[in-house]
């Protein structure tokens, strides 16, 4: 039953996180005007604002002009919802709860918004390592130095990638927002964590990258976001993460 519970939560949650999607790169208000249709501009009626039953009774489109709503809007709330019980799932009802929601609510966001602009909002990665900051300091002081080396670790890797980019290949290899969000990481999972999520990223990174070479569809100066490929290994490494590194352990030892 309270997973249950946690799920309905998460699918609130998650049309909440497709206003972000949308209007965070917009510079539009979060909270006024409620929500539209993006087409004609109508609000959007309550009953029509049910989390993934609304898109389901009108057949994805519109009740006022039949315009075509995205997928990505039922997408994000099933994701949502399966991250939040996921969570509970795994942490129970404990502070943890809120922490790795709100954690998992902002890559689901990145994710999105990085696919469609290729920009990661120093809004949701700068507030999100002071929520993981100030929670270790409430809630986990004892650990408090691994998540500091986690933010320091993330971020340096990544800006060592920057500069390289900059100094060696005269282009960028990859931009800012991905070292905010990096640290971000950090913050939250820790140093060995954010070392596993890291590499899962670049591995996935360079196999999808590659397999674009060879379908045609980029070159070797095509931009690719990474964001994606962060916030996806970041959840696997929040939910998988300990289990993995208890398997390369074993490796090691064998």
């Known amino acids: ?29 979060l909270v006024r005007p409620r929500s ?5 501009g109508t609000p959007i009626r309550a009953r029509d604002n049910i989390p993934l039953l609304s898109y389901l009774l009108l057949r994805g489109r519109c009740r006022d002009c039949g315009a075509r709503i995205e997928a990505r809007y039922p997408l994000v709330e099933l994701a949502a919802g399966l991250l939040v019980v996921g969570i509970y799932l795994k942490v129970g009802l404990s502070p943890a709860l809120v922490l790795y929601g709100i954690f ?3 890559l689901l966001a990145i994710f999105f918004i990085d696919l469609a602009t290729m920009l990661i909002p120093d ?25 500091l080396v986690g ?8 800006l060592i990638i920057v500069l390289v980019g900059r100094l060696v290949y005269r282009q960028e290899a990859m931009g800012l927002g991905d070292v905010k969000l990096a640290a971000m990481v950090g913050a939250f999972l820790g ?9 899962l990223s670049f591995a996935v990174g360079a ?16 931009s690719i976001p990474f964001g994606p490929f962060i916030a996806v290994a970041s959840i696997v490494a ?11 352990g074993i490796l090691l030892r064998g």
């Open 1 to 29: 039953m309270t997973a249950t519970l946690a799920f309905l939560f998460g699918l609130a949650l998650g049309s909440f996180v497709n206003v972000v999607i949308y209007r965070l790169p917009r510079r539009m208000s």
């Open 36 to 40: 539209l249709c993006p087409e004609c």
């Open 104 to 106: 998992a609510l902002i």
């Open 123 to 147: 809004r949701l990665t700068l507030p999100g390592i002071g929520i993981a900051l100030i929670w270790h300091v409430v809630f986990d002081r004892a650990e408090m130095l691994q998540y």
């Open 151 to 158: 933010l320091l670790l993330g971020g340096g890797l990544l």
């Open 191 to 199: 140093w060995r964590l954010t070392l596993i999520s890291l590499y």
């Open 207 to 222: 196999l999808w990258g590659l397999a674009l070479l060879m379908a045609g569809r980029a070159g070797r100066r095509s």
């Open 238 to 248: 929040l939910f998988w993460g300990e289990h993995l590194l208890r398997y390369v």
